[in-house]
């Protein structure tokens, strides 16, 4: 367990403020989805299902952890830290809500966009496929459009995204109509809002994307980001594909699995003694 910079095989794991890395083992952990629904099948044979959310449950095998890592794990579960924890995987590529990412294309019952003024409502696509880096990724179905009715309001993500000090983000998004700017509202340890970072950079193309720069101090002293809209002028703005990940340019786009807040359930009932390593499992549902 350490808190240095990202690495193959690494977790991050903690409170805001708090994210420590741990190794995962090399056969890696479970995080199945589980959907919120029911499947319904009518006279007809014909089948239906309602959904109503997703969460998943990680299980982290502790095999070959040192006694650092362990005691990290049992301090969330006693909650000798205050939570919510949160887990972030850099293999997941962008760290945006899944219903924040594909701008309400998918399902949720949490609320999604924050607007300081107007409204913002989900809107068909008119792309298909979103060009980037040489590759068109598929487009989700669903744009978010946003209509303030003032000049200088906001539209931005609900939740505080977790970052890591001395990292680089960027924050982009496809723009179908009006030319809002993007920025980033960095958070201190009081989730206290800081200067935002603005500077809207454009990329043309068959789709236009804008995209905004951040570089999170080494100090620690932020602990996390929201991505928001800007309107300098009122009417209407339509974005569509929304990320944010660790890269100093936009990459191709892929839906978010969010930085996912969890409780730790269950602690191993078994465990061996290998020298100073234990073994077991810990099961930390999503919240």
């Known amino acids: 367990m350490s808190t240095t910079q990202t690495g193959p095989g690494q977790i991050w794991i903690g409170p805001l403020g708090q994210l420590i890395s741990i190794q995962v083992p090399p ?30 449950t990680f299980t982290f095998p502790l095999n070959g952890l040192e006694a650092r890592a362990w005691s990290w794990f049992e301090m969330l579960f006693r909650q000798a830290v205050t939570p919510p924890y949160y887990l972030l995987d850099p293999r997941r590529r962008n760290r945006l809500r899944a219903s924040v990412s594909t701008t309400l294309s998918t399902y949720t019952t ?35 459009s946003w209509t303030p009715s003032v000049a200088g309001t906001l539209l931005g993500e609900v939740q505080p995204v977790p970052v890591i000090p001395g990292e680089q983000l960027c924050f982009s998004a496809y723009v179908l109509a009006g030319s ?89 009932s078994h465990a061996e003694y290998l020298n100073r390593y ?10």
Request: charged share 15%; net charge negative.
């Open 110 to 144: 949490a609320t999604v966009f924050t607007p300081s003024s107007g409204t913002a409502v989900a809107v068909a696509a008119t792309v298909n496929l979103l060009p980037a880096g040489g590759y068109n990724t598929p487009a989700p179905d669903f744009a978010v």
């Open 180 to 268: 809002p700017t993007l920025e980033i509202v960095p958070y201190n340890a009081s989730l206290v809002a800081q200067p935002v970072q603005a500077g809207t950079t454009d990329v043309p193309g068959t789709v236009d994307r804008k995209y905004v720069i951040y570089d999170v101090p080494a100090s620690g002293s932020i602990v996390a980001v929201k991505p928001q809209l800007r309107a300098a002028a009122g009417g209407t703005f339509t974005t569509l594909a929304w990320q944010l990940s660790d890269t100093a340019l936009p990459e191709p786009w892929v839906m978010g699995d969010s930085v996912p807040r969890f409780l730790v359930d269950q602690m191993p």
């Open 27 to 56: 056969d890696g952990y479970d995080n199945p989805v589980t959907e919120l629904g029911a499947l319904h099948t009518a006279l007809s044979g014909a089948q239906t299902k309602d959904v109503f959310g997703y969460k998943r």
């Open 278 to 287: 234990t073994s077991g499992s810990i099961v930390c549902p999503e919240v």
